[in-house]
């Protein structure tokens, strides 16, 4: 379904520090996220930075682009409580009451303004600008939903201002179907008086965070078997991931020794994740080839390298038996330097890993049966340096993928970390760098490119 055009009328009006306030405003976007703001200062006295009443005009929440849950801002009328408060004591509560149809909204904003300090930078009206705001919305029931917001200001001298908004959102009817919702405001222009202001404004979901209802999970087991500089090695892992997320657990057993591998287990949990890409972001119209080849399966060739000239190989068989992926892993490694970081243990703590890092990595399909990875990897140490590398694979599947995308880089982000000595556990979402299947641009640089040439005479006329 195209997005719906709309426009909004606001009507704010109340006090500021005791003084009366009056602000009237219009709202237009064609339902893609986009919006244009203009507002006018009618009575009281508006000898402050007017900064502060840009977001006061955002509607509703962001636009969602692939639909997966209905908005209910764009459909239904509804009423928000806010209270704003400054990192200084400033606060302001709200009350506003939308109503309408679908496409033409009208709110009607009643505001106290107050606690606002003569001395700080809105009174001294050194608000310059805004960054991106960052919001949350969370269900509490079929008609409510809580928002939490964070604006930082920009201030005149390189300075910020920061304030926390919550919002109580609270709809006539039991239409709420949202569970959690996440999106950021970035003010793409515009320009604040005291008499009048305007901006444009990009309000879109972000969907590697809200991904909608949840759907059935698929799980998935690994056993990994093998040696690092001919000492045996063995380790295994299960998991399920749904969404844009997974989740797995792993556990070493033979050649962890007294002491286990508490660094080498960040190493050995990607191996454990390699090729189980089912559950990545692709975008709406994007195959995903992972999933396009079930339930074959495919094979995996890994190649993995420290800083430190440590290095292994590892074979992957990856197979859908019984809606279960199951994976079994061979690896050989050599070349672990004696005291190293990837061998250390808990007796030197000042080079323990406390911090793995997102990896970007490059995506490129080489015919219908294999795309080969390569990617980088950083982790922090205690003692403040860091242990990086890369790694590369090429998987080979087992049933020809007709349809597989062009090359794409792909972020994988741990945004939970479980590790000791012998177990790990992490928290993982990745999806496609947008940049990565903007097709927009390609699409006009072929237009172009194919335009038939005018004569002169043509042009001129």
Not at 12 to 36: P, Q, R, S, V
Not at 342 to 349: E, I
Not at 383 to 396: A, K, L, R, V
Not at 402 to 424: G, I, L, N, T
Request: charged letters at 20%; hydrophobic letters at 35%; one cysteine or more.
């Amino acid at each position: 379904m195209a997005p719906i055009p709309w426009a909004a009328d606001l009507h704010l009006h109340g006090t500021f520090n005791g003084d009366f306030l009056d602000i009237t405003a219009h709202g237009e976007g064609a339902g893609d996220g986009i919006a244009n703001w203009t507002g006018n200062v009618g009575e009281g006295d508006f000898d402050h930075s007017t900064w502060i009443w840009g977001h006061f005009l955002h509607y509703g929440f962001a636009y969602m682009p692939e639909g997966s849950v209905n908005n209910p801002t764009d459909k239904y009328g509804h009423k928000m409580t806010r209270h704003w408060y400054g990192e200084d004591g400033a606060h302001i509560w709200a009350s506003n009451n939308i109503k309408g149809e679908e496409g033409a909204w009208a709110g009607d904003y009643h505001v106290v303004a107050e606690h606002f300090g003569k001395y700080g930078p809105i009174m001294q009206k050194k608000l310059v600008g805004q960054y991106p705001s960052h919001w949350v919305a969370t269900k509490r029931s079929n008609t409510k939903v809580d928002v939490h917001g964070l604006i930082t200001y920009k201030v005149e001298g390189g300075g910020t201002y920061t304030a926390h908004v919550h919002d109580e959102v609270t709809f006539f009817e039991p239409i709420v179907e949202l569970t959690r919702h996440y999106w950021k405001v970035r003010y793409a222009e515009g320009e604040y008086y005291k008499d009048h202001f305007w901006h444009k404004e990009v309000a879109i979901a972000d969907l590697t965070w809200n991904f909608g209802t949840t759907k059935d999970k698929m799980g998935f087991n690994w056993a990994l078997t093998g040696s690092i500089d001919n000492k045996a090695l063995t380790a295994n892992g299960y998991g399920y991931g749904y969404g844009y997320r997974q989740h797995q657990w792993g556990t070493g057993a033979e050649g962890y020794g007294e002491h286990g591998l508490p660094n080498m287990n960040y190493a050995l949990a990607w191996e454990g994740h390699a090729g189980l890409h089912f559950f990545t972001r692709f975008p709406k119209g994007v195959n995903n080839p992972f999933n396009y080849t079930l339930p074959e399966g495919f094979t995996i060739s890994r190649n993995w390298y420290g800083q430190d000239g440590a290095h292994w190989t590892s074979t992957h068989d990856l197979k859908l038996v019984d809606g279960a992926f199951n994976k079994k892993i061979s690896l050989i490694g050599a070349d672990f330097p004696k005291g190293g970081i990837m061998t250390a243990t808990s007796k030197t703590p000042e080079v323990m890993i406390v911090k793995t890092y997102p990896q970007y990595v490059l995506a490129v399909p080489k015919g219908k049966t294999h795309i080969w990875y390569r990617g980088t990897f950083q982790f922090k140490l205690y003692n403040g340096s860091y242990y990086s590398g890369y790694w590369e694979m090429d998987i080979h599947f087992r049933k020809p993928c007709d349809q597989m995308p062009d090359p794409y880089v792909v972020r994988f982000v741990p945004e939970a970390w479980k590790s000791d000595a012998f177990s790990w556990g992490f928290y993982e979402r990745e999806e496609l760098e947008q940049s990565t299947y903007d097709k927009e641009p390609k699409k006009k640089v072929v237009e172009a490119v194919q335009a038939p040439v005018k004569a002169p005479a043509e042009i001129a006329a």
